[in-house]
């Protein structure tokens, strides 16, 4: 069993590598995203939850109840921030650790690069891209000149800073919480997914 944590600048496809990896690998993930969106459809009673996970085939979907929806979501909405609700923290720590005992899972964001530090097993991927090319693909996208395209991307990364800082004292961009680092710049999803999937096999061969 293996888990690969994978930690995102933005504009760097994360999730279509993380599903491609997981369908390469047979693996499931989890994700700040998939829980929202399982949030929006979990508004049921505790009763109806349970027999939501007991039912369903996935085994991540057992780690996910109405209360970590609901505090997910209210993050994934910024209703509040990630710094502003210690629930937020508690929630995601034993959600990870919790997924991490499951094992053959990507988990994508949730600081698990942190969290799952020196796990043995584990394979902390982190996925990068110029800085230029970010704010040249905003431009574009957002129709955005270089300074406000620049200010986008800082208030989408900032949030992630912080929130590796306030709780683990870390850097989030610090080489050392990272096995492996693809700059996704220059590097295709097919490529980025088939490079994960090589080293996970290594980490745990």
Not at 73 to 84: F, P
């Amino acid at each position: 069993m293996a888990v690969i944590t994978i930690s995102k600048e933005f504009g760097t496809e994360s999730e279509k590598v993380a599903s491609l990896v997981a369908e390469k690998l047979g693996y499931e993930y989890i994700g700040e995203n998939l829980v929202a969106e399982i949030a929006k459809e979990l508004n049921i009673s505790e009763s109806e939850a349970a027999m939501f996970r007991q039912t369903s085939q996935s085994r991540i979907l057992r780690f996910v109840d109405r209360y970590t929806c609901s505090i997910v979501q209210k993050v994934v909405d910024r209703e509040h921030g990630c710094l502003d609700d210690k629930n937020y923290y508690e929630v995601t720590k034993k959600l990870v650790q919790n997924v991490h005992e499951a094992g053959n899972v990507i988990i994508l964001g949730w600081g698990g690069q942190c969290l799952l530090k020196g796990k043995p097993d584990t394979l902390h991927v982190r996925l990068i891209k110029d800085m230029d090319l970010k704010i040249k693909e905003v431009m574009q996208s957002e129709n955005l000149n270089p300074k406000a395209a620049r200010a986008f991307i800082d208030r989408e990364e900032d949030d992630l800073k912080a929130y590796i800082k306030h709780y683990f004292q870390e850097d989030w961009g610090a080489a050392h919480l990272y096995d492996l680092i693809i700059d996704m710049g220059k590097t295709s999803v097919e490529k980025a997914a088939d490079l994960i999937c090589d080293n996970v096999k290594h980490k745990t061969g």
